[in-house]
């Protein structure tokens, strides 16, 4: 049976019962379920968005943090943000999830025996928010999900209200803990595939990322008590044992959407030179996880600058290094990251050398290096902390720039949080890119999707005319 003959079965089949008048009836399919419930819907939040941003980390937040390098065409790659191939359209799948988290949210607190739940969608709200306003700017927030109230043009709320307004990621994250703290009843957790129902480590993923996103505004905002209490209160993931991670499986339907994907995709890309010459300065060992030696030597590893011209430029891949197994035949140990203790350490070694908090900073550094190692399974070598290019402060090393290169390391395919950190802090050192489409500038934002220019034109417009005609060079509020 042809599809165009299905259609016009199921348009003739839709006609006649809908000229019946127990249309009602007719119309329940009495095999399919009429709500879903809240178990089914956090592990959906969790799995689909996490597993979405670690694919958008790998082909698209990758090629902006210049991890890798993509060939055969790839406009991305050359800064044109509004030409993704691959990857580089998270707009709709963050919002998806909001929306799905919504529901879980309405559920926990309409429905006692769902009110576990509410904590949890209150912190995962706040952390995909972070995500969506650090890439975009000012986004709709406050009047999205509120087609059922009339509003089906939600205004974009500006950048600052969404971290510090009611309701925004700071008061998310101090409510979720509030609801987990009142929470008397006696339904466990269910659906939880990251902590499998351990409220109190929900709790400290809601203190680490209320301390990341505090440190990511400080440019703009006093923040220095706000992070001195998080310290104080000492209730923040620490250890392994505590991240925020799941692992991905080898075979479908939880594997990493990559190692499954035909070869000649994932094959398009290869190391970067900017990665490949960080790791060579300092000599990390992590390269031979995250990547593959040459097709050409089995001894070389070597990266190509980012944004090739594949018209103007003649590529032969033996000569560059692929991903890494980890990726492929390895990725039944790749883990999705929400948010690692070696990435708190790393935040608070930041803030100590900043004086926003008492500590040393040093220690911090150090810890989330030795953290970040072992999270991808490699050895760290006796004398890395003490190398010239590693070991902190040594002959007048910048400790940010080391503090934050660390960090780009470890967040290989994290989403987009190597960009962002650089947006942030200017490190790592990035390198233009062979044939931008961009006149020669890095990115700073993500550009909004066409969609909204059809479908919200009124409130897109004035969202556009504050970032210079949707430019992808206008900075974000954090960041100006």
Not at 148 to 168: C, F, H, M, W
Not at 366 to 391: C, D, R
Request: hydrophobic share 40%.
């Amino acid at each position: 049976m042809n599809n165009t003959y299905k259609i016009i079965m199921f348009l003739s089949f839709t006609l006649l019962i809908s000229c019946t008048k127990d249309f009602e009836d007719i119309n329940v399919n009495p095999n399919t379920a009429v709500d879903v419930q809240p178990e089914f819907l956090l592990r959906k939040v969790l799995y689909d968005y996490t597993e979405q941003m670690s694919y958008e980390g790998f082909v698209a937040g990758n090629l902006l943090g210049q991890y890798f390098t993509a060939i055969d065409f790839n406009l991305f790659d050359r800064h044109s943000l509004s030409e993704p191939q691959y990857g580089g359209k998270p707009w709709n799948f963050m919002y998806e999830n909001l929306r799905d988290n919504e529901i879980l949210l309405s559920k926990s607190r309409t429905n006692l025996a769902a009110a576990v739940y509410e904590g949890p969608a209150l912190i995962y709200r706040a952390y995909v928010t972070a995500a969506l306003t650090d890439l975009f700017g000012d986004v709709p927030y406050s009047e999205a999900f509120q087609g059922k109230s009339g509003i089906v043009t939600p205004k974009y709320d500006n950048q600052r209200d969404i971290y510090l307004a009611e309701d925004g990621i700071i008061d998310n994250l101090e409510n979720g803990i509030a609801a987990i703290d009142g929470y008397k009843g006696a339904i466990p957790l269910q659906g939880d595939i990251v902590f499998n129902g351990d409220l109190t480590k929900w709790k400290k993923l809601a203190n680490s990322l209320k301390f990341k996103a505090l440190l990511r505004i400080s440019n703009k905002e006093n923040v220095k008590a706000a992070l001195q209490k998080i310290v104080d209160e000492d209730n923040f993931i620490k250890n392994p044992t505590e991240n925020a991670v799941f692992t991905f499986t080898q075979s479908p339907p939880n594997n990493f959407r990559l190692s499954t994907a035909k070869v000649g995709d994932y094959n398009l890309f290869i190391m970067s030179e900017t990665i490949d010459s960080i790791m060579k300065a300092i000599d990390d060992p992590r390269k031979t996880k995250y990547f593959r030696p040459t097709a050409a030597d089995p001894n070389v590893y070597k990266g190509l600058r980012n944004g090739p011209d594949a018209s103007q430029l003649s590529i032969t891949t033996s000569q560059y290094s692929l991903t890494g197994k980890i990726f492929r035949e390895e990725a039944g140990n790749l883990r999705a990251n929400i948010m690692t203790s070696w990435e708190m350490n790393f935040l608070l070694a930041e803030a100590a050398e900043k004086g926003l908090i008492t500590g040393n900073a040093q220690t911090y550094y150090e810890t989330g290096i030795s953290q970040a190692f072992s999270f991808w399974n490699v050895v760290m070598p006796a004398n890395y902390l003490t190398h010239e290019k590693v070991g902190y402060k040594i002959d007048g090393n910048n400790p940010i720039e080391q503090i934050i290169t660390q960090k780009w390391l470890g967040n290989i395919i994290n989403g987009y949080e190597g960009w962002i950190e650089y947006r942030r802090t200017g490190f790592p050192a990035l390198k233009t890119v062979t044939s931008s489409l961009n006149q020669g500038l890095f990115p700073v934002r993500m550009p909004y999707p066409t969609s909204e220019d059809a479908l919200n034109n009124a409130n897109f417009r004035v969202a556009a005319d504050k970032t210079n005609n949707n430019s992808v060079n206008a900075p974000v509020w954090w960041d100006q």
